[in-house]
């Protein structure tokens, strides 16, 4: 057996904010966020999954079609969660299905030092 001596260096988090859309449920996949149980609707949250305080920002809801709806999104603190207001989806928007995607901090205002490739979910509701 060979011991080998040195330093290790730990890796090093970021005090940064992580933004990221998740659905109120405890399910995934593309329909989580649908809530078609009496008016169409998308169930959002808003969690910082980083280690640093989040200002306040805007999420963009694409439905396509159907338009664009901006939310405001509170100020987060790490580790906290934003539940948002029910979203009506566009009667429009199913076609038969309906295509969306949820943009969190939309115009860019929060520096996330891991990067805005989290910030995008696509997602489908498929009436019954």
């Known amino acids: 057996m060979n ?3 040195g330093c290790i ?26 809530d078609l149980t009496s008016v169409p ?11 640093g305080d ?16 901006n939310i405001p999104t509170p100020r987060l603190r790490a580790g906290e969660r934003a539940v948002l207001s029910p979203l009506r989806i ?8 309906c295509d969306f995607q949820i943009i969190v ?3 860019n205002n929060v520096y996330e030092d891991t990067g805005e490739q989290n910030n995008t979910v696509d ?5 019954p």
């Open 3 to 5: 011991l080998l001596g």
């Open 105 to 107: 901090d939309w115009v």
């Open 9 to 34: 260096t730990p890796e090093e988090s970021s005090l940064h904010p992580d933004l990221i859309a998740v659905p109120e449920g405890s399910f995934g996949g593309p329909d989580a966020f649908c």
């Open 41 to 51: 609707q998308l169930r959002i949250i808003i969690q910082n999954q980083g280690q």
């Open 123 to 127: 997602g489908r509701c498929v009436l």
């Open 90 to 97: 566009p009667t429009a928007c199913f076609d038969p299905d």
């Open 54 to 69: 989040a200002p306040a920002s805007i999420t963009r809801v694409v439905f396509s079609p159907g338009g664009t709806v």
